[in-house]
């Protein structure tokens, strides 16, 4: 148990290694857009599927309520909450649309879209971000392995090199709260 257990911690430690030495000046990018848009008054929209539907909730969550510091509470919505909605959607349009029709609902010009896909081709994540791109939305993936077809539709696609999808979430929760620790900086 004890070398299954210490496996696992490398497998997590080579993921972050990977994330030190390739994605540091990218999530910078990445904070500074969100931090811009949300500065002029726009939201954040995020949404996946699985844990990653859960890590949409946790970061619109810590945008919504407060990470660390005291601050106002800031404007993100997770588009995998409203059961009714992706219920609605998924009978009448398809579950690839789930995600796509609530950012056609609720997106405007500069808001940030967020799409997290471990593997970067989840169909009714890649929709969601091409109907941000078509608002005119600024877009941001969270992504594993290559990328996938989240290369071409993100604005700034950040891909955790890595091929085991726990370790890919892992970085992305990471990647979430350090998005929220600069937004707290900054508010």
């Given amino acids: 148990m004890e070398q299954f257990i210490l496996t696992e911690i490398n497998e997590h430690r080579q993921a972050l290694d990977a994330v030190l030495a390739q994605l540091v000046p990218v999530i910078g990018e990445a904070a500074k857009n969100v ?23 946790h970061i619109a969550a810590e945008f919504t309520g407060r990470f660390v510091k005291e601050r106002r509470g800031l404007p993100a919505i997770a588009l995998t909450t409203d059961t009714s909605a992706m219920t609605a959607i998924s009978n009448d349009y398809g579950y690839a649309r789930i995600f796509a ?15 997290i896909s471990t593997s970067g081709n989840s169909e009714n994540v890649i929709k969601g971000l091409e109907a941000g791109k078509q608002i005119g939305c600024y877009t941001l993936g969270l992504s594993g392995r290559d ?18 999808t726990a370790r890919v979430q892992e970085m992305h929760i990471l990647i979430g709260h350090i998005l929220c620790a600069a937004i707290d900086n900054e508010f």
């Fill in 101 to 115: 029709r609530q950012v056609e609902a609720l997106a405007v010009p500069g808001d940030v879209v967020i799409g």
């Fill in 35 to 57: 931090i811009n848009a949300v500065k002029k008054g726009n939201k954040v929209l995020i949404f996946g599927n699985g844990g990653s539907a859960a890590d949409a909730q």
């Fill in 147 to 164: 990328g996938g077809a989240m290369n071409s539709l993100c604005d700034l696609n950040i891909v955790i090199p890595v091929n085991t």
